[in-house]
Structure formats: C-alpha cells, structure tokens
C-alpha cells in the first residue's frame, strides 16, 4: 500500500548549519509532496510543498528536491535558527479530480537547533 | 481566527464511553479530512468529506467510529464504546476543491482514555 519513510527521526545542528530531510514514497502515482512543520502542541503547518512536474523549489532558507525516478524528495534548511527546532512532517498524495489527495505521512523528524 | 477550528481541544472519558468530536473547516472550503497521530507519529488518514459526501474511510476506521459532514460545513467525528488504544489526537483538515492544493489542520482534539 500508500508508504511513506523518512530519515533522520532525530537531527541536531549547530545554528547556522544546514539541515537535510530525506524520504521516500511507494506509489508511483504520487504527484504532490508537501512538508510540514508542528511545534510542540501546535497544529502541522505547511512550509513548503512541491509537484510532480518540478524537480526543486526554493522559499528563502527552505528549498526541496524531488527525484521521480528514485520517488525521493528531500526538505533543505540552510543557515538554520533555533526557531527552527519542531518537528518535520513529509508528506505525498494523489492528486488529481477525482482522488481523495488524502496526505501519507512519514514518521517525522525531530529537528534541534543548538544555539 | 478564520482557520479551522475544533472542539474541545482536550477530552478524557473513562473506557467505553462515547465521545464527540467537531471540526468547523475554512468556510469556503469542500475538503475535510479526519487525521489521527500518536505520539511520535505522523498524522494517519482517517476518512475524507467532499461538500456532505463521505468519499474514503481508512481500514483504520472500525466500526465504533463514525463521521459526518450533515450540510457540507461542519464535521463531527464520534467514538462509541472507547477503548484505551483510542487515545490519540485527532486532526481536522479541510483545502479547497482543486488538486494538489495545501491542507490546512485545525489544533486537534487531544482524547484521553482512561
């Protein structure tokens, strides 16, 4: 079925390091990644999100790459704050008219910025 | 706040009671989603509202639970009969009818079983 893995599930930095998330989806016809970002006790909120037809995109410090091929996407944080340390969410659907785009979510990485 | 909103955001009930839950989506939006996360996890799909129609429920979905959409605004979620291993927070979601278009979650429910 609809998987998704994500690597580290811990990761700890030094302010002003980068940061790198990496997962993986199974099904092919997944055509949009979105990343989520949820502070302790906060609801998940997106920072970021790519489609199928875009190999990378860029907002400020947070930038992601999509492999298709490899069904790889990775979230890139550089110059990383303390403001930073939450955990990460990666995500894909299925979207198209008449799909769910119910979100499969990995596991989570727990990021910590060391100031 | 104009985002989604749920309620309560805490709940602890004693086994085998019911409970339920509501979600009020961004008003123009046709897309609801109920998500449930343990602890350490992602958030897990539950089931999917499109306007009033209940389009997808996940195997994780038992019999006890059961969701409705009544005029395509509001959504409640219930548990009947709960079970210790319900405990858990639930998440609402809604996004608008395009494809590929961000999900925004509500704070959730946090339930509590005891």
């Known amino acids: 079925g609809e998987n998704v893995e994500q690597h580290p599930s811990t990761l700890s930095v030094q302010e002003g390091d980068s940061a790198v998330i990496k997962c993986t989806y199974s099904d092919s016809a997944s055509n949009y990644f979105p990343w989520y970002k949820q502070e302790l006790g906060k609801r998940p909120q997106l920072i970021i999100d790519?489609?199928?037809?875009?190999g990378e995109k860029k907002d400020q410090r947070i930038a992601v790459t999509l492999n298709k091929t490899a069904k790889h996407f990775s979230l890139h944080i550089t110059e990383t704050q303390p403001e930073d340390s939450a955990v990460y969410f990666c995500?894909?659907?299925?979207?198209?008219?008449?799909?769910?785009?119910?979100?499969?979510f990995g596991t989570g990485t727990l990021l910590a910025v060391q100031p | 706040d104009t985002g989604v909103s749920q309620d309560p955001r805490h709940k602890i009930t004693k086994r085998g009671q019911n409970v339920t839950f509501r979600c009020d989506p961004i008003s123009e939006h046709n897309r609801l989603y109920w998500y449930r996360q343990t602890l350490g996890q992602g958030p897990e799909f539950l089931t999917y509202?499109?306007?009033?129609?209940?389009?997808?429920k996940s195997r994780l979905l038992s019999d006890r639970f059961s969701a409705e959409r009544p005029k395509g605004s509001f959504s409640t979620l219930e548990i009947q009969r709960t079970e210790q291993g319900d405990s858990a927070m639930y998440l609402c979601?809604?996004?608008?009818?395009?494809?590929?278009?961000?999900?925004?979650f509500g704070q959730g429910t946090r339930l509590t079983v005891v």
């Open positions: 509202f499109q306007n009033e129609a209940q389009l997808e």
């Open positions: 979601a809604s996004s608008p009818g395009t494809a590929n278009t961000e999900a925004f």
């Open positions: 790519i489609r199928s037809n875009v």
């Open positions: 995500a894909a659907s299925i979207g198209n008219g008449g799909a769910t785009n119910k979100l499969i």
